[in-house]
């Protein structure tokens, strides 16, 4: 019994103490666990293996207290049973607690999910209604835009062609101020020519009466004063 109490007794006693603190980790890993369903049920599937291996454990350690000759060790072992039993009742409700605050983050999470995928298919439609929008309007702006090219055009043609009748009129007024320039150059020396002409019939009329006079003095002289 020595060989029973000895060595396997702290063999079996350390694999209680590691399967108690893997159960411990894992539980953790189960109670931070952001889903899903899948890695929860991953986890609590290595959980109850442990659980498994641990109760096996205890039930060794509790044979081996049974066994032991001296009833002191045997109380000793079986308080220890006792108090692995009692710990691995908490970790089982650490568990469970830990498995419904992962499911509750689990759900409020695709709650969460659902309403962002709602909200996202409703800004999806508000964007399409609103590129749809933006797109009409465009096209408004497009046709508004074409039909004043098509009116600056029409204006432009009918510019050209007011400029083009406008310069038409400039020639003709041009070839009527020509036309009229020769006249008045020739109406010029028209009456440049009349002037010389009345010039020379004022010299002759002047000298003509004053031949005239020459006479008519001559003649009275001769009647009034025959002796002079």
């Known amino acids: 019994m020595a060989a029973a109490g000895g060595v396997p007794v702290r063999v079996c006693h350390q694999e209680i103490v590691r399967f108690d603190l893997e159960i411990k980790a894992a539980v953790q890993d189960i109670r931070d666990c952001p889903g899903p369903l899948s890695a929860l049920t991953e986890l609590n599937a290595v959980v109850k293996e442990k659980f498994r291996h641990l109760r096996g454990r205890i039930q060794e350690l509790e044979q081996m207290a049974k066994e032991q000759d001296k009833e002191s060790e045997k109380q000793a072992l079986l308080r220890e049973v006792e108090n692995h039993k009692k710990q691995m009742l908490s970790n089982q409700a650490a568990w469970r607690k830990a498995n419904l605050a992962c499911k509750i983050a ?6 969460d999910q659902l309403l962002q995928g709602r909200d996202s298919l409703r800004q999806r439609k508000t964007t399409k209604e609103s590129l749809a929008e933006s797109a009409s309007n465009i096209t408004e702006s497009l046709m508004g835009i074409s039909r004043m090219m098509s009116q600056q055009v029409q204006q ?3 510019t050209v062609q007011t400029l083009a009748n406008s310069s038409r009129t400039i020639l003709e007024a041009n070839e009527e ?3 009229m320039s020769g006249t008045i150059q020739l109406g010029r020396k028209l009456i440049t020519k009349y002037n010389r002409r009345e010039l020379t ?15 008519v003095l001559y003649i009275l002289k001769k009647r009034l004063f025959p002796f002079l």
Request: charged share 30%; no cysteine; net charge negative.
């Open 156 to 158: 432009s043609e009918e």
């Open 106 to 111: 689990i759900d409020n999470s695709e709650k």
């Open 201 to 215: 019939d004022k010299l002759l009329i002047f000298l003509a009466l004053a031949l005239f006079l020459a006479t």
């Open 177 to 179: 101020f020509k036309s």
